[in-house]
């Protein structure tokens, strides 16, 4: 199986600010990288795939980008709404496999 | 407008057989695959298996052998048994659409919120 690691773990940033979450993949996936946003009581959301494809519905302030093993999810000008947790998973093979996870919090 | 919806017991028995069911509106399981992923308390998410539109099934290997996923489509439901159940398996078990009608892509652009479920005598 493909192994995802994320990092970091924890982020701690405020409103305004902008920051980068890193996935790395333990072999080539080609640019199949989807992004989730998961928070408490919410249904999980898919934010981006195919590496930089912004799902219907997800902020420009978002992006995706990376090829290969090593991925960047960007957020800029972060809003209150963006506080949660965030996991890659990769969508080049079977089984899909995710990330660990970073929780993105309020500074 | 797409929804999922997971049900089922909240505690189950170690070695008992775990029945969960997904419940779909707003597409139809004939055109759409549905996923399983659980998330064990405070960790990350696991995929457990897939049901094609077609009806064909692909497990997570390490689940395999304990695991079947059905469904009916007259009432847009899909089901999930697991067998043998460990309190490893505690865990939160969500059903979740493939982005993709008539295709796979392994992206998930639907979520159920998710059944939680405790293994515990």
């Known amino acids: 199986d493909v192994q995802m690691t994320q990092s970091p773990s924890n982020l701690a940033a405020s409103p305004g600010e902008s920051v980068s979450i890193n996935c790395k993949a333990s072999?080539?996936?080609?640019?199949?990288l989807a992004w989730y946003q998961q928070k408490p009581g919410k249904a999980n959301k898919l934010l981006i795939y195919?590496?930089?494809t912004l799902q219907s519905g997800t902020p420009s302030r978002f992006s995706g980008s990376g090829s290969g093993t090593d991925f960047t999810l960007t957020i800029r000008n972060l809003e209150p709404e963006d506080f949660g947790l965030y996991y890659c998973?990769?969508?080049?093979?079977?089984?899909?496999?995710f990330g660990a996870g970073t929780k993105l919090e309020l500074k | 407008q797409v929804q999922l919806k997971e049900s089922g017991p909240g505690l189950v028995q170690p070695s008992q057989t775990l029945s969960l069911t997904c419940t779909v509106a707003?597409?139809?399981?004939?055109?759409?695959?549905v996923h399983w992923v659980r998330q064990p308390p405070g960790k990350g998410l696991e995929w457990m298996g897939v049901?094609?539109?077609?009806?064909?099934?692909r497990y997570n290997s390490a689940l395999k052998s304990r695991l079947s996923i059905s469904k009916d489509t007259s009432k847009s439901q899909v089901f999930l048994k697991m067998n043998s159940l460990q309190t490893e398996d505690t865990a939160t078990y969500y059903c979740?659409?493939?982005?993709?009608?008539?295709?796979?892509?392994?992206?998930?652009?639907?979520w159920g919120q998710g059944a939680s479920v405790t293994v515990s005598s």
């Open positions: 979740a659409r493939d982005r993709l009608n008539y295709g796979y892509t392994g992206v998930m652009d639907a």
């Open positions: 707003g597409f139809s399981l004939t055109s759409y695959n």
């Open positions: 049901i094609w539109n077609t009806g064909g099934t």
């Open positions: 072999k080539s996936i080609s640019k199949y």
């Open positions: 195919s590496g930089s």
């Open positions: 998973q990769q969508h080049n093979e079977y089984p899909p496999t």
